[in-house]
């Protein structure tokens, strides 16, 4: 038999080779590479050495035609002493008829199979050695030169497959890699425009539980806000049950302890380290969990609780804990600034609200009180006189002085919350406004209120928009009346594509938006627009001032503001 390959035999191994360039998992070239090299060889064993980092010694060893008993039976698998560290040392060919015989040979370990025959050629990878192919125990006779070469070249294809199945290993840890960047930048980008939307803290929470859910691919995320010495429950997402309000100790919590340390931590067994039952946030048959602290500017905020990685329930990685941990950096940022938006809405409205308390009190101080005042005197002078004629005129007189005091305070009930808005709307009230301000005032009026009954069939506007229009009308009127000295205002409501526009105009000497706003309430109109989710313009000159606000009708920005705008209320009133 001739010792170079036949055309049969380099066939075989160039469709060897064609399937093994193809192919890119690893293990699957490996596990071909030793059944092909057994059928070229005809070896009863084959096995490929993997070399460590260092090339010092075999890190994984993989074997075929040894049953699975039998490989348990051998032990812990060779680490390259002995023969085998033979090509470690020097990565060149070796073939030996008795491999028992060589000076290096340590022998075999109980239980191993009887082997004579050896040969052993190294997989070289981009110049560099990989590891090794054994082959052991040629059915007939010795391993020949041709065994060898068809060993060296099918290990050269091994390299080749080798290197591509690494390749496109690498290329999809990068992609993977790539996507959970995307994911997220995509969740950070997210939170970063409900800051910029200015969107209700609760609209932030939920935000923030469905997209760190979907970062790290957990069944269920809570979101726990610190308050005081306790941590509350405020939003969840997943296969959860609704626990809003539930509060933990601080002191005798996990999630606690991980506010304290500002350090993650991943759980593997919730049922013991969790330190409550997980059916107490609202999370049933939880098994593993991440907790992840919100820091903003060294602030521990709250913290995020992931459980369950996976439909398998499997442990969260550590790449699972550094996206968590980066996303919760942008949630703490934008819980932190959500809250400190609401405080100071909070603020503006009691500080509007006691503004508006002084206004009414110096109206009653200065008309009310001093008209009853002046009545009390007028009636005590005539009560010290004997002179029925002049105890009727003073009893005209001071029944007339009770009816201008009546109206008067009648036009202030009127001014606080009037009663044509909640009875018969939104129209009609600003009708009788404007009314009240031509008849008291002199103001010519020139109205616009181009909407049936400011309402959509029988159904109102609700309640908050209908005040906020109201208020910002009769604001604009305040300010036309105290500071403008104007002759003439036209007033302008009307409804398009979702929005209402208000437009309140004078022919009064203007002022400076910019620099002037102690006593205008400007503040107090700008917060109440931005409360109700719309925009306000003030453009003022010599020619006059014009107030224009859009406020949405059906619009998530102002469905979502409601409910800070009644809390700042409720706090304010």
């Not at 804990?321 to 950096?329: D, G, K, P």
């Not at 403008?484 to 007033?491: E, L, N, P």
Request: charged fraction near 25%; charge should be negative.
């Amino acid at each position: 038999m001739s010792e170079s390959l036949d055309g049969a035999w380099l066939r075989r191994l160039l469709e060897v080779g064609r399937s093994l360039v193809t192919e890119l998992d690893l293990q699957v070239v490996l596990d071909r590479v030793l059944e092909t090299a057994r059928e070229v060889t005809g070896a009863r064993y084959a096995a490929i050495g993997v070399l460590n980092e260092g090339r010092t010694e075999l890190a994984q060893f993989l074997t075929s035609g040894v049953d699975e008993e039998t490989r348990s039976g051998i032990g812990d698998p060779p680490r390259g002493r002995g023969v085998l560290g033979v090509l470690i040392d020097h990565p060149q060919p070796l073939r030996l008829s008795d491999v028992g015989s060589h000076p290096r040979s340590y022998g075999f370990p109980v239980g191993h199979p009887v082997m004579h025959g050896f040969l052993g050629v190294p997989v070289i990878v981009r110049g560099e050695a990989w590891g090794n192919l054994y082959l052991a125990e040629k059915e007939q006779g010795e391993f020949s030169e041709r065994d060898e070469q068809a060993a060296v070249i099918l290990a050269d294809w091994a390299a080749v497959a080798i290197n591509n199945a690494r390749l496109y290993e690498m290329s999809e840890l990068r992609r993977q890699d790539l996507e959970k960047a995307v994911q997220g930048l995509e969740a950070t980008r997210d939170v970063a425009v409900a800051i910029g939307g200015e969107i209700a803290l609760e609209h932030v929470l939920e935000l923030i539980v469905k997209r760190g859910r979907a970062l790290v691919g957990a069944r269920s995320l809570v979101i726990m806000l610190r308050e005081g010495e306790e941590l509350v429950v405020h939003a969840s997402a997943g296969h959860v049950q609704e626990r809003r309000g539930v509060r933990l100790a601080i002191a005798d919590s996990t999630s606690g302890q991980v506010l304290k340390r500002r350090r993650p931590e991943r759980i593997t067994d919730v049922g013991s380290r969790l330190g409550i039952a997980p059916q107490e946030l609202g999370v049933a048959d939880a098994h593993t969990a991440l907790l992840v602290p919100m820091l903003y500017r060294g602030e521990a905020v709250g913290v995020l609780a992931a459980f369950d990685r996976g439909l398998d329930g499997s442990v969260f990685s550590e790449d699972d804990e550094q996206m968590l941990r980066t996303f919760a950096a942008s949630a703490a940022t934008a819980v932190a600034l959500a809250q400190s938006v609401l405080a100071d809405r909070l603020r503006s409205s009691l500080a509007a609200a006691d503004a508006e308390r002084s206004r009414w009190a110096r109206e009653l101080h200065d008309e009310t009180l001093q008209g009853l005042g002046g009545l009390r005197v007028l009636l005590s002078a005539a009560l010290r006189r004997d002179d029925l004629q002049l105890a009727q005129e003073t009893m005209r007189d001071a029944v007339g002085r009770i009816e201008q005091e009546i109206e008067n305070l009648r036009s202030l009930i009127t001014e606080l919350r009037p009663a044509a808005l909640d009875e018969l709307g939104l129209r009609v009230a600003i009708e009788s406004l404007l009314d009240r301000h031509h008849e008291q005032n002199g103001l010519e009026v020139e109205r616009d209120l181009d909407v049936a009954g400011l309402a959509r069939g029988n159904e109102r506007f609700d309640a908050d928009l209908e005040t906020a229009v109201y208020r910002l009308v009769q604001e604009a009127l305040t300010n036309v009346v105290k500071h403008s000295r104007a002759g003439c205002v036209r007033v302008a409501v009307g409804e398009s594509e979702g929005e209402l526009t208000v437009e309140v105009q004078d022919d009064g000497e203007g002022f400076d938006p910019d620099t002037v706003d102690h006593g205008f309430g400007l503040a107090g109109m700008k917060e109440r627009v931005s409360l109700a989710g719309g925009t306000l313009s003030i453009s003022s000159d010599e020619r006059g001032t014009l107030v224009t606000a859009c406020l949405p009708t059906r619009d998530d920005r102002r469905l979502g503001n409601q409910a800070e705008w009644s809390g700042a209320n409720q706090a304010a009133s």
